[in-house]
């Protein structure tokens, strides 16, 4: 439904977006996920046709953005990252002049209108100035206005930032309710909206793609071994020595001590679970357990080793690349 290939984006010295390649199958939601300034927001512009790319291609729900550009746009809903409101405009008469201009036709405006604002939760606001409105009913708006000609794709740009917390899982709600007759592209710099929403996820940092894939893959692919945490009760002597010979065990470390009670991190071998060996350990001990629970890595940490310069714990002593690893597990 949608593919790029190869596209680039430059604004002068700048490259804002460096020869990126992905594809977004019909129905799928995808989140476009990278820190302030990788390269989102040009990306979009320049798949809703806003801007010129500089270099690639990219074909939108079957037409080519660049060849067919009115054919691609006609296809598209674009929510930029401030929504195009007009402030002296009621909601209503705003959206009826969207509907006019996506040329949807004048016997089908005024039902589509309604359909659309009970669809975005604005039905109680037609009458007010745009200009008026809270942050989340305006971009609530935005939403409207994105999908008043039922577009084949969607480009949602940030569509969650700036609003409070009941605003972000209605929108959530709302988004998931698009996918299925949409096809989304999503974009995000906060780690827990692409797991809530997306099916699979696109990470950028400086303009390039570092990784592509489910966010449940992603966590157990950059997960280099298993990682429990064990709470113990030991009355004070350290269990850190019976834990770590435990079969299979590779490294006990102390995270915290609180009176008696102190916590490890266990390491073991990749695929071998040592919960059953090491509660029997504790408990054949004469200590208590009191937590255990494996430690996954969570998409804050993935973004973080895919998305900083410095590769953490690195294998080798400092000599690898620091891009060697982000590039090595980022395949499409
Ligand atoms: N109109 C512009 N002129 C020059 N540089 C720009 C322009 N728009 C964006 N950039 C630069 O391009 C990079 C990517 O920006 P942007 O696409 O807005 O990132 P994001 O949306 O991921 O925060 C940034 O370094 C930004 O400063
Ligand atoms: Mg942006």
Redesign the pocket.
């Known amino acids: 439904m949608i593919e790029v290939q190869h596209l680039s984006k430059r604004?002068?010295r700048?490259t804002?977006?460096d020869d990126i390649s992905f594809k977004v199958e019909r129905g799928e939601i995808l989140g476009f996920l990278?820190?302030?300034?990788?390269?989102?927001?040009?990306?979009?512009?320049v798949l809703t046709g806003y801007i010129p790319a500089t270099e690639g291609k990219a074909i939108v729900a079957g037409f080519d953005i660049f060849e067919q550009p009115i054919e691609a746009k006609r296809r598209t809903g674009y929510l930029p990252?401030t929504p195009p409101l007009y402030p002296d405009t009621s909601v209503i008469d705003y959206l009826g002049f969207v509907a006019r201009i996506k040329g949807v036709p004048a016997g089908e405006r005024r039902q589509r209108i309604r359909q659309v604002m009970e669809r975005t939760r604005i039905d109680d606001v037609g009458g007010r100035l745009c200009g008026k409105l809270s942050k989340g009913y305006r971009q609530r708006v935005g939403l409207a206005q994105a999908i008043l000609h039922n577009p084949d794709v969607l480009i949602l740009?940030?569509p969650t930032a700036g609003l409070d917390p009941k605003q972000i899982i209605e929108t959530r709600q709302l988004i998931k309710e698009l996918a299925g007759s949409h096809t989304i592209i999503l974009?995000t710099?906060i780690l827990p909206e692409v797991s809530q929403t997306c099916q699979r996820v696109v990470i950028?940092n400086k303009?390039k793609v570092v990784a592509v894939d489910t966010p449940d893959n992603l966590t157990a692919r950059l997960r280099g071994s298993e990682t429990m945490y064990v709470q113990v009760d030991a009355n004070g002597a350290d269990a850190s020595s019976a834990l770590g010979r435990v079969p299979g065990v590779t490294r006990v470390a102390e995270a915290e001590r609180k009176d008696h009670c102190v916590s490890y991190e266990v390491d073991s071998e990749r695929g071998r679970d040592v919960r059953r060996d090491l509660a029997r350990t504790i408990v054949n001990s004469g200590w208590g357990l009191l937590e255990l629970r494996p430690m996954r890595m969570s998409l804050e940490d993935i973004f973080l080793s895919l998305t900083t310069d410095e590769t953490p714990a690195p294998a080798t002593d400092g000599d690898a690349p620091a891009e060697a690893a982000p590039a090595e597990s980022a395949e499409s």
């Open positions: 604004y002068g700048v804002a977006v990278g820190p302030n300034g990788a390269g989102k927001t040009t990306t979009m512009r990252e740009d940030e974009s710099h950028i303009g």
